[in-house]
């Protein structure tokens, strides 16, 4: 529809798109316009009265006085009907900015904000060939997604290995893994870097990680349960301080920030972990449980001594 307005704008065409305020880790439609705007893009006319400033949920003058001010001119609207809404103790914070107030939010149980991610990006120094790496799986048959995160151990910069994701596409509903192509990801990334760690997500392929683990060296492929709540929490912990102190990088690879962005906390008694919007959620979080992986091998490698610095040598004559 955009593509043909453009065609025929000089005819009278326009298109209308209305929503409200999004969230921006979303990528979606309505972001993608308004980051058109603010880059100065051409025949667009944005409009847009959000609730600005600090807002105390409990304080009811000022909810109502905020609402008034999302809603401008709009006097149809049920502004006490609206507060009391944004009261109501089921309503999260984050749906009560973007469905209330017009404020563009991010969710308030996200794990990671896009300004976070995006302050770990590191497009120089690229990931070679013979770099010490360690190496994160997450893996299914045929529901949610199989793939690899490596991460160098010199300086904790994370970059997709592989990827295979279920398409949910109606007329291929026996879809699995390609097993095969996930056996040659392995083997290419042992053969193409010093692979000192690995750490796999043994359920669908415990039979594959055995066998690895006596091909590449029972001292480098292991087992990770991300179903036992209390090292996987400590490992999730790990890598998002690691992210807010920007000790941990990215190469700024698409599908890997889709998957940190997509995922959202869930507090158990042992602590924070990651997990799904919803069960049914069509967005996938496996490269970020495969990338917590990966960060927690790198910590494991360099404790066990494998981070090795090349010494120069001095030669006299």
Known sequence: MDRNVQKTAGAGSRLIETTNAYNPNENSIAQRTHEAVLAAAGRILYDCV?????LDFADRAAVEAAVTEAYGDSSW???????DAIQDPRTPAAVAFRFYLNRIQENADGWMTKGDWEACLSEDD???PGDQIAIGMDGSLRGDATCLVGVRL???KLFKIHLQENPRDPNRPDWEVDVLAVEAAVATAFS?????WFYGDPPYWQEALGRWS???GDDRVFEFWTNRPTRMATATERFRSAAAM???LHDGDLDLARHVLAAVTREVPQGTLITKQSPKSKKKIDLAVAAILAYEAR????????LKKRRSRVIGF
């Open 192 to 196: 193409t870097w010093r692979v000192e």
């Open 50 to 54: 959000e609730a600005l400033g600090e």
């Open 77 to 83: 609207v049920d502004v006490p009907g609206i507060a």
């Open 126 to 128: 690229p990931i070679l």
């Open 154 to 156: 010199r300086d904790g």
């Open 299 to 306: 910590a494991d490698a360099i404790a066990d001594g494998r």
């Open 214 to 216: 006596i091909t590449y």
């Open 246 to 248: 920007r000790d941990l």
